[in-house]
């Protein structure tokens, strides 16, 4: 009960905002150019970075986007950096956000742009150049790029001022939302309820196998009733069709943070850990398939390393010399922003990759030709 009277002035808040969107009082409308939103109801740990680079796969290698000019926009959680900005390889973390960064550096012939107001933000990636017309586009500093003509929007489902054209919400098969509550005692930021205004459902990081009996059981508490395996559609209360599909984690081999890493610490036998993510336990869990875990530092999400982190990483590595140091991929991102981090430390640095992947060939299958789908009548005129 005293839950319920703490989560009720964000609970109504909410409610209201999304009745106001619903009914049209508050307007929403489509960008300059085609959209793909991916977000989640939950704070972090859903896997959001990696599954916005897994459909920027499918649109490079699809016969409709894959010679086109594709950008991503990202919100740039935590950086310092001001209005819009087009994100370079030379632009750290700090600039950028971690997850611009990251994707930056993994497709660099994609544009990838940050601005809070996303609205404005596609209008500048349709339009570079209004950069050099208006006095909010002069602040970006990398205004040379080719007009863009779709792009996949980072973590924009709760900006309901844009009508995506293609939205997807990820939940974390670890943590279904039926069984959060809303902040700050829960995780979650948004209504359950607001699933119904997405196009597609993702569950994300689920075990690498499931049987049908085992997806139709998880789905039922949300309400979703005839979970269809060849067209990876369930039916919500009140009669509507959502796609829903399984995704899972899969580690890649361990890459260098700094180019002066010694190789003999990819083959090491120890490791001390450092994240500073949501949720690292299943990262954890599988490092210690192949190494002696002897420190472990774990941050909050998004941390921005100090000297005092980097002292301590330090003092551990020295205390463990045959160790090496492991973190995440967007971990690596913000200590490549650091610029005290000892040769010493550079020399055993190592980042874990991650990808996504479908729980089979037919979900892959079926997702690509659903969002190409409801993208084929924006593509543009050759």
């Given amino acids: 009960m005293i839950d319920k009277l703490v989560l009720f002035p ?41 599954h916005t680079e897994m459909i920027l796969r499918a649109l490079l290698r699809s016969d409709d986007w894959g010679m086109r000019e594709i950008s991503v926009l990202s ?15 030379e632009d750290g973390a700090g600039f950028a956000g971690d997850e611009p960064a990251q994707i930056t550096k993994n497709f660099p012939g994609i544009t990838v742009a940050v601005c809070k107001d996303r609205l404005e933000g596609l209008d500048f990636l349709a339009h570079p150049e209004k950069l050099t017309d208006t006095k909010k586009g002069r602040k970006c500093l990398h205004k040379d790029f080719a007009p863009a003509q779709i792009a996949v929007l980072d973590d924009a489902f709760q900006y309901r001022a844009l009508r995506p054209d293609f939205s997807i919400v990820l939940v974390d098969y670890n943590r279904p939302i039926y069984k959060d509550s809303l902040m700050p005692i829960g995780r979650l930021r948004d209504l359950p309820e607001r699933i119904k205004g997405t ?44 796609s829903i599909f399984f995704t899972s984690i899969n580690y890649q081999p ?9 190789r003999r610490y990819s083959y090491s036998s120890r490791a001390i850990l450092f994240t500073g993510i949501a949720k ?3 990262l954890r869990r599988y490092l210690s398939d192949s190494f002696k875990i002897v420190r472990h530092f774990k941050f909050a999400d998004h941390h921005k390393f100090t000297s005092g982190d980097i002292r301590s990483l330090l003092s551990a590595a020295e205390a463990n010399p045959t160790a090496a140091v492991i973190t995440t991929e967007k971990d690596a991102q913000r200590i490549l922003d650091c610029k ?11 980042y874990v990759p991650i990808k996504v992947a479908f729980l089979s060939e037919t979900e892959e299958a079926v997702f690509e030709k659903t969002m190409l789908e409801a993208l084929r009548p924006f593509i543009p005129e050759p």
């Avoid at 905002?17 to 929403?28: A, E």
């Avoid at 361990?254 to 010694?262: A, G, I």
């Avoid at 005290?340 to 190592?350: A, D, H, I, K, S």
Wanted: with cysteine; net charge positive.
């Fill in 199 to 242: 196009d597609t459902m993702i569950v994300t990081k689920c075990p690498v196998y499931m049987e049908v009996w085992e997806k139709t059981q998880w789905l039922s508490p949300l309400g979703i009733e005839d979970y269809d395996t060849d067209t990876c559609t369930g039916t919500l209360p009140g009669g509507k069709k959502l």
């Fill in 254 to 262: 361990l890459e260098p943070v700094f180019q002066t890493l010694d």
């Fill in 75 to 89: 919100r740039g959680y935590k950086r310092r950096s001001k209005g819009f900005q087009r994100i370079t390889k």
């Fill in 340 to 350: 005290n981090v000892p040769e010493f430390l550079r020399q055993r640095m190592l």
């Fill in 10 to 50: 964000y609970y109504l808040a909410l409610k209201i905002r999304h009745t106001l969107y619903n009914k049209g009082i508050k307007k929403s409308r489509r960008g300059a150019i085609p959209t793909i939103c991916v977000g989640n109801i939950t704070v972090g740990g859903t896997g959001k970075t990696p």
């Fill in 280 to 282: 690292d336990t299943p």
